[in-house]
């Protein structure tokens, strides 16, 4: 069993800062790429920011320069630091993580359950 969660979403005002974290934890024997996605109500659900085991990082255009995506040494925790944040930032951010829970087990993509993100005065 593998376990993908997330925490540290919340209510912030334009301009503001939030840290999300995803935690893997279960029967991992390795886990590749990491990455965050967020879907907007009414919208498709999309790419915010992924990372490879080795820290190789891809951000979608327009978090740029405004989100980092950071990994642990061990390799299990992806963080995701959000700066000057606006409105449509609003979405439920998800956690996505491509692991093999054996040596000969092909990789598959793990989500967790969401957190909400809202940003609004």
């Known amino acids: 069993q593998v376990q993908v969660v997330e925490s540290g979403g919340g209510l912030v005002q334009p301009g503001g800062s939030l840290r999300l974290s995803c935690v893997a934890s279960?029967?991992?024997?390795?886990?590749?790429?990491m990455g965050w996605y967020r879907q907007a109500p009414g919208k498709q659900r999309e790419l915010v920011a992924a990372?490879?085991?080795?820290?190789?990082?891809t951000y979608a255009g327009s978090m740029k320069g405004r989100f980092t995506i950071s990994r642990e040494n061990a390799k299990t925790t992806v963080y995701l630091q959000m700066n000057s944040l606006k409105p449509e930032d609003t979405a439920v951010y998800y956690c996505?993580?491509?692991?093999?829970?054996?040596?000969?087990?092909?990789?598959?993509?793990?989500w967790g359950q969401g957190t909400q993100v809202t940003v609004s005065s």
């Open positions: 279960g029967s991992i024997f390795r886990i590749n790429a």
């Open positions: 996505n993580a491509h692991i093999q829970s054996g040596p000969a087990v092909p990789s598959r993509a793990y």
């Open positions: 990372i490879t085991s080795g820290g190789a990082t």
